[in-house]
């Protein structure tokens, strides 16, 4: 318990400044949205837009002009934002003591290697998902502030699940990098240039008709929001996502006991 209060503490500061990141992109999204309703053309300006610059910023096959579409857009960049602060919490999670010089701290404890792993990675896991908490709420919250008729709700709800699960599987795949490779700075290196491959492959998936077979290797993609808003979930995606989740966890956990903390 002292171990998870003491990784608790350590990430509060990071965690505000993640929250107030969300927050105004929330907030100054929605206002935005206020601007988009009743003007004629928008649709006509984003379709004007090649098509791979609606795929940079998340905008294929949406309607910008609808609440649905336009939010689908907004939580676009929060599900990039909460996949950025997973990768550094999963990293944290192994390399923390490495960077600081004070493993003698924490693993001479009378406790196992696993144990200390498995604690870390709960912290990081309350921390996701207090995050993604506050994406709904400061969703919700923003919508009724500017006095927007809300008929998304449930749409919001599944967004946010999604945020949850994919910043998941990126928190363990950084937190299994970091296991495997000896300097701290690689691993965070290397999960990071993961995810920017599987944001790369997200757009090809977009622009490019014939390559449906692109979305099994990119996470941003396993929950597309054409079917969150139409009200379908791709069971198929879903459990693609949890057993590699399950499956980095496992093994950076084995690889984390062998690991040499002194190089």
Do not use: H
Request: positive net charge; glycine residues 6%; charged residues 15%.
């Amino acid at each position: 318990m002292n171990i998870l209060i003491r990784e608790l503490r350590v990430g509060v500061k990071p965690f505000v400044f993640w929250s107030i990141g969300l927050f105004f992109i929330v907030f100054a999204g929605m206002t935005k949205y206020t601007g988009f309703t009743g003007e004629a053309g928008v649709n006509e300006i984003f379709n004007a837009f090649p098509k791979v610059v609606l795929a940079v910023f998340g905008m294929v096959d949406l309607d910008p002009t609808t609440l649905g579409g336009f939010y689908a857009i907004l939580v676009y960049y929060g599900i990039i934002i909460s996949i950025i602060y997973s990768i550094s919490l999963g990293s944290n999670a192994v390399n923390r003591e490495s960077i600081d010089k004070t493993y003698e701290f924490i693993f001479t404890k009378p406790r196992s290697r696993a144990y200390i792993y498995n604690v870390k990675m709960i912290s990081a896991t309350i921390y996701i998902s207090l995050f993604c908490i506050l994406n709904y709420v400061f969703s919700i919250a923003s919508i009724q502030t500017l006095k927007i008729d809300n008929t998304i709700s449930t749409e919001i709800l599944y967004f946010t699940v999604a945020m949850w699960i994919v910043s998941m599987l990126f928190c363990t795949s950084a937190a299994l990098f970091s296991s495997i490779f000896v300097k701290p700075e690689k691993g965070i290196l290397i999960s990071n240039l993961m995810f920017l491959m599987t944001f790369l492959i997200g757009m090809s998936y977009d622009i490019f008709e014939k390559a449906s077979y692109l979305r099994f290797f990119a996470p941003l993609k396993y929950f597309l929001p054409s079917e969150i808003l139409s009200g379908k979930v791709n069971l198929l995606f879903i459990l693609l996502c949890l057993t590699l989740t399950v499956v980095f966890y496992t093994t950076a956990s084995k690889t984390f006991v062998k690991k040499d903390l002194l190089a």
